[in-house]
């Protein structure tokens, strides 16, 4: 069993930077061996990969709406992988959830939501 929880969701205006992050637990589940990404959720549609990110941190990747605009990082001995967004927009609005697959199985936390609203 994996659990995760995120944080620091919340309302910004275009522009504006938030971060989140998520932290992981479990027995028998060791942070530091596993890729981790982030994905978002909007009503309606479908869970999207935002980024991802390796288990030492030397290699990311992004989709391509948000290049250049988030940066996924993540600190093995907190257990904690973060999400910071800048240059936020409208677009961005949903719900965010880490994810991490551990022994065939995908597990995800409750979520945070970011609306990006003027």
């Known amino acids: 069993q994996v659990q995760l929880v995120e944080s620091g969701g919340g309302s910004v205006q275009p522009g504006e930077s938030l971060r989140l992050s998520c932290v992981a637990s479990?027995?028998?589940?060791?942070?530091?061996?596993?890729?981790m990404n982030w994905y978002r959720q909007t009503p309606g549609k479908e869970r999207a990969l935002v980024a991802g990110i390796s288990s030492t941190g030397s290699s990311t990747q992004y989709t391509d709406s948000v290049k250049g605009r988030f940066t996924i990082s993540r600190d093995n001995d907190k257990n904690t992988v973060y999400l910071q967004m800048n240059k936020v927009e409208p677009g961005d609005t949903a719900v965010y959830s880490c994810?991490?697959?551990?022994?065939?199985?995908?597990?995800w936390g409750q979520g945070t939501q970011v609306t990006v609203s003027s």
């Open positions: 479990g027995s028998g589940f060791t942070f530091k061996l596993y890729y």
């Open positions: 994810n991490v697959r551990h022994a065939g199985i995908d597990y």
